[in-house]
């Protein structure tokens, strides 16, 4: 349900509407992602829905190509409408990923920030006197960043559902 907000509000209002049970067929739905399977599934919810199916039973042969016709168009646009919020809903969590990471990254650089000060206010502590030699310093520093961002601040798809992130493992760059 998290997953899939567009998909989960969008199906609680059309499912009914076709005359089907939002809670017994949405689960079949929000389970696939494929569009062949998707297209099996609409055929199981348009044979089960009150309006669905091949059977006419009115006796009225001139309508029955045009209701067939028009249940077609409305099946095939519920596919359509699935497949755009399968994407919404895949884009949103791609967005989530991205902003995870980022933030991830710019804790990453506040914790080296924060660990640099203080090994700068220790070198003072302990060599009050020493000057100069800033350029050289500066360079390590940055080989240090670049070392710690490449080892701890990788991007990893798979890192939300793993619950990983900062520190997550013994990956080494």
Request: aromatic share 4%; net charge negative; charged share 30%.
């Amino acid at each position: 349900r998290e997953e899939n907000p567009n998909l989960v509000a969008f199906l609680e209002e059309r499912l009914p509407q076709l005359g089907l049970d939002g809670e017994t067929y949405g689960g079949y739905v929000l389970g696939t992602s494929d569009n062949d399977e998707l297209a099996e599934i609409i055929e199981l919810l348009k044979a089960s829905s009150s309006g669905g199916g091949d059977d006419n039973d009115d006796g009225n042969a001139d309508g029955d190509d045009q209701d067939l016709a028009s249940d077609d168009a409305v099946w095939e646009q519920l596919m359509a409408d699935i497949q755009t919020k399968l994407q919404l809903d895949q884009d949103f969590r791609d967005q989530k990923a991205a902003e995870h990471r980022q933030h991830n990254k710019a804790l990453l650089e506040e914790q080296l920030a924060q660990a640099k000060l203080e090994q700068e206010q220790g070198k003072q502590q302990q060599q009050p006197a020493k000057s100069g030699g800033g350029s050289n310093n500066s360079a390590v520093d940055e080989a240090t960043k670049q070392a710690l961002l490449s080892r701890f601040a990788y991007e990893n798809d798979n890192e939300d559902e793993q619950g990983g992130g900062v520190g997550g493992g013994d990956d080494e760059a």
